[in-house]
């Protein structure tokens, strides 16, 4: 299934007032990933989803009109849970997320900057859909990871160190093929750092105080405009100062 599917087509101006908009949105269920164990500072380790998890949105307007419809997100908000009613959401840049009700520092901007790396380097995977159980499952703890422990090098993406630790639900390792993967993705964030492949227009924020923060795939400016023209969906273009 394709991360994103929408029968509307909008071309936004250039540039825009750079507000948050709102949309609603709910959980419907999880996609491609596997159960991990994880550990966040000194609290009891759980087990937990990591994957792609299935979101409905409705209700979005102007430059954001493309975002109704099905989408798979990746979660940018580990202390917070999903909700499976309709509730209102803020389209955010990523500097302004995690938003949660217990005033949860947002990342940091070489945190965000990292995560659009991970987004540009692996969005065209992304957008046509059909991940494997191992890239998904890599890709949310490759994220957790940047959001609770990256400061701009590489081996602050550590699974078992830091503020936020990763085994097995046994405890054990992690499967090989997810560790294979978030070696992977530690190269593409880095290289796409080096290269400047950090522009806004891979991912947004979907951010509520109450309910778990997503990430969702925007696409590339080219297939948009492919896709745009096939009628199949609208032509976002970010918001900019």
């Known amino acids: 299934m394709k991360a994103i599917h929408t029968t509307a087509i909008i071309f936004a101006a250039a540039s825009t007032v750079a507000t948050a908009d709102v949309v609603d949105m709910k959980f419907t269920g999880t996609g491609a990933g596997q159960n991990v164990r994880i550990q966040i500072g000194n609290n009891n380790a759980f087990n937990v989803f990591a994957g792609e998890l299935k979101h409905e949105i409705a209700n979005a307007t102007g430059v954001d009109q493309y975002l109704n419809g099905e989408h798979r997100t990746f979660c940018a908000d580990v202390n ?6 309709f509730s209102q959401y803020q389209t955010e840049e990523l500097e302004n997320i995690p938003l949660t009700s217990s005033n949860y520092t947002p990342m940091t901007s070489t945190q965000a900057n990292a995560i ?14 059909g991940l494997s159980n191992a890239f998904s499952a890599a890709m949310q703890i490759t ?8 400061d701009g090098s590489a081996n ?5 160190d830091g503020l936020v630790t990763f085994t097995a ?6 499967d090989a093929g997810v560790l294979a993967q978030v070696e992977s993705f530690k190269t593409q964030i880095m290289t796409g750092l080096n290269l400047g492949q950090s ?3 891979k991912v947004i924020g979907l ?3 109450g309910a778990q923060d997503q990430l969702v795939a925007v696409p590339t400016p080219g297939a948009l405009s492919l896709l745009a023209s096939a009628g199949l969906i609208a032509v976002r273009r970010r918001r900019t100062a």
């Open 80 to 85: 917070e849970h999903v909700t499976g009613n």
């Open 116 to 129: 659009r790396a991970l987004y540009s380097q692996s969005n065209n995977t992304l957008m046509a859909g």
């Open 143 to 150: 994220i957790w990871e940047i959001v609770n422990d990256f």
């Open 156 to 160: 602050s993406i550590n699974l078992n």
């Open 169 to 174: 639900t046994n405890s054990g390792a992690l």
């Open 199 to 201: 522009g806004p227009d």
């Open 207 to 209: 951010a509520n105080a």
